[in-house]
């Protein structure tokens, strides 16, 4: 006979706490994506209405040049993290250093391509400034996403949580940074020409 709801045998207390652990993380997870999400919808509605379209556009740019040289730095390693290291976690210490000196020297060279292709096509200091710390930021995104997809294989998703709302808010941190000498830039460049 098939069993009816009724005659369903009772969940065991481990099966009760791995179901509360999935419902607690994807809840912590959850709150976590709607911060991250808050912060970044706030910054990309803010920013153009506060730098104007000359400024946020070298923004613009600045970010998707640097998303573009760094996306190389990934080194498919979050994938090969979440296959390998759920099954063995302490495998985690076997590879994260390695990885961790192989992206600074992939960033350094990364680095001086983007100095040779600002020098190249002439970018105005600003513009460069900018490019340097979005590759900085790339550098730390690479390594943050590694972070994660150790602590997600650990099934500690506190960390994970709290990362991303960290690294979101220091994203928007440094937009609000990087604007913040183009616009004094351009204030002083508005002035000069207006005392002319």
Request: aromatic share 8%; net charge positive.
């Amino acid at each position: 006979m098939n069993g009816s709801p009724a005659t369903a045998t009772p969940l065991s207390n481990a099966a009760r706490q791995e179901t509360f652990l999935a419902v607690r993380n994807a809840l912590k997870l959850g709150a976590s994506l709607i911060c991250t999400r808050g912060t970044a919808l706030a910054v990309k509605l803010l920013v153009p209405r506060y730098l104007g379209p000359d400024t946020f556009g070298a923004l613009t740019f600045a970010d998707a040049f640097t998303a573009t040289f760094f996306v190389a730095l990934t080194l498919g390693i979050d994938l090969y993290t979440r296959k390998e290291v759920s099954v063995r976690l302490g495998h985690a210490a076997d590879f994260f250093g390695g990885i961790v000196a192989v992206r600074v020297a992939i960033s350094a060279a990364l680095f001086c391509a983007m100095a040779v292709v600002m020098h190249a096509t002439q970018r105005p200091p600003e513009v460069r400034m900018l490019v340097y710390l979005f590759a900085a930021a790339q550098f730390f995104i690479s390594i943050n996403a590694t972070l994660s997809a150790i602590l997600h294989c650990a099934g500690r998703v506190d960390g994970v949580s709290i990362i991303a709302v960290v690294t979101k808010l220091m994203w928007a941190g440094g937009c609000a940074a990087a604007a913040l000498p183009s616009t004094s830039t351009r204030s002083c460049t508005w002035r000069t020409r207006a005392s002319t």
